[in-house]
């Protein structure tokens, strides 16, 4: 993976819609316009938002129950990226070090989000998989569009 | 805790209701009126669901995750104790061993089994947690009660 392409989060937003499901945004510092976006499972929103201080969970997710086992072994994590899409679904990966060595395993992004939040490892995510935000003007021809297509 | 108190499971369930939701049911070998019985939420069922061969999921779930960080490090699990209920909550541990040393951490039941059964390590649980199945005498005598109580 080439770094160069990796952009570094800065926040992360919850937001939770009825209609739409429970969202995860991830965003560059300071930028207003384009985001990174994904949906994901009760369980993995809950995970983030207990990360984020928005929710104390009188048990321990299934995240907390590893850490806390993680932290009793000498396991240095590294950071989380965030590097494609493919067939609707995002992949992850999370690096850390054993031994000297560094390694890495395959995760879904909402879990690699979690234990990014919960060890303060950076969160990167390939530039390519950002979107802008649509203009009022965009929504109203989107809109449109969508009237004029049958389904 | 006095391990004469906890009672091996050998066979494992899962049942969903749509009106009760997800139930894993744990059994002695050969037993067939006692049981223990708890109401989990979607993705520890999934997690259980997997590890007992009945879903198969396109991505690595959150044990996933960290079974194969924890595959890379020195660490043997050793059993899980589901041990107590207090304020109508399980309450589970999971033992391991680091560096020849036995450690425990708090859990989750559902969570404990699924690592259970990952790992292939025993499953315990205190006999006084166990139900009986009710008799259809009791049961009819159950409604019958429910009818006379007002709500």
Redesign the interface.
């Known amino acids: 993976m080439n770094t160069s392409e990796l952009i570094t989060i800065k926040e992360v937003f919850l937001e939770s819609d009825p209609n739409r499901g429970n969202m995860v945004i991830l965003k560059q510092e300071g930028e207003k316009d384009r985001f990174f976006m994904m949906f994901v499972?009760?369980?993995?929103f809950a995970?983030i938002a207990k990360e984020n201080g928005l929710v104390e969970p009188?048990?321990?997710?299934?995240?907390d129950?590893?850490l806390?086992?993680?932290a009793?072994?000498?396991?240095d994590f590294l950071r989380i990226e965030i590097y494609e899409m493919r067939q609707e679904?995002y992949y992850a990966s999370?690096y850390?070090r054993?031994d000297g060595t560094e390694?890495s395993?395959?995760?879904?992004p909402s879990?690699?989000v979690a234990?990014a939040l919960n060890r303060k490892i950076p969160i990167l995510v390939n530039q390519s998989l950002f979107r802008r935000r649509l203009s009022k003007e965009e929504i109203t021809e989107y809109e449109g569009l969508l009237k004029s297509v049958k389904f």
Chains 1, 2 share one sequence.
Do not use: C, M, N, W
């Open positions: 499972g009760d369980a993995e995970a009188k048990r321990p997710l299934t995240h129950l590893y806390s086992i993680l009793k072994l000498q396991v679904t999370v850390f054993v390694q395993v395959d995760s879904r879990d690699a234990l």
